[in-house]
């Protein structure tokens, strides 16, 4: 079955560390996205991609980083400069003028 | 730039009743769609309904139906027949048409079904 893949569902790292969120679809989806989840504050997109090597940054891009080396692909770097990294992330891919299709998310814990 | 607005964080209904979650969105645009998705505690958002906004007729799926109102800039989502099940977070979403690919959120609605 086709589907959008997040690893890992849970994932702690201490201040100060990079850390790389995996999202992989197989919907052979044009556009993917990521959203952080706070609680009260819904979904907010952090960067979005429409095609490989090709993406634009969203709300609140600042201390996060993507890539979309590949149509699948498209992994979301939390950076050390992120000032309160912990939260739900979530990953999406979309066709144009078409729903968004959601990973199961990752929830990333820093302390 | 358009807004999704949900004023209701909490809300609650019997099981076997109806319950109605508003929604009311800002945009200049003519041609976009509408969503509501439904987080349940598993966290996993899914496709309730969409509306797209050239279509005058109500969207329904099963149990679900909105209440489009293109002049008023309103999305409402009817449930009938609540089931525990349907305990949720619901999300009412904004994509422009066209450029396709931009989709704006509210803040959520949070629904309790009560046995």
């Known amino acids: 079955d086709g589907g959008i893949t997040q690893s890992p569902k849970y994932l702690f790292r201490k201040e100060g560390q990079n850390v790389t969120l995996s999202c992989e679809q197989n919907?052979?989806?044009?556009?993917m996205y990521w959203y952080r989840q706070d609680p009260g504050q819904g979904l907010r997109l952090i960067y979005y991609s429409q095609i490989v090597n090709d993406f634009q940054k969203g709300d609140i891009a600042e201390g996060y980083s993507v890539s979309r080396e590949k149509k699948e692909s498209f992994p979301l770097t939390v950076t050390s400069a992120q000032k309160n990294p912990t939260a739900f992330y979530l990953c999406?891919?979309?066709?144009?003028?078409?729903?968004?299709?959601f990973g199961n998310g990752t929830r990333l814990t820093v302390t | 730039a358009q807004t999704v607005t949900q004023s209701q964080p909490e809300m609650s209904v019997q099981e076997a009743e109806t319950v109605t979650l508003s929604c009311t969105y800002d945009t200049s645009e003519s041609n976009y769609y509408l969503f509501w998705y439904k987080q349940p505690p598993s966290r996993q958002m899914i496709l309730v309904i969409r509306q797209e906004a050239y279509k005058q007729q109500n969207a329904t799926e099963n149990r679900f139906s909105v209440n489009f109102q293109k002049a008023a800039k309103s999305f409402s989502l009817k449930i009938s027949d609540s089931q525990l099940g349907d305990t949720a977070m619901y999300f009412c979403?904004?994509?422009?048409?066209?450029?396709?690919?931009?989709?704006?959120f509210g803040t959520g609605t949070s629904l309790t079904v009560i046995p």
């Open positions: 979403a904004f994509m422009r048409g066209h450029t396709g690919n931009q989709f704006y």
């Open positions: 919907l052979n989806h044009d556009a």
């Open positions: 999406a891919s979309s066709m144009t003028n078409s729903p968004l299709h």
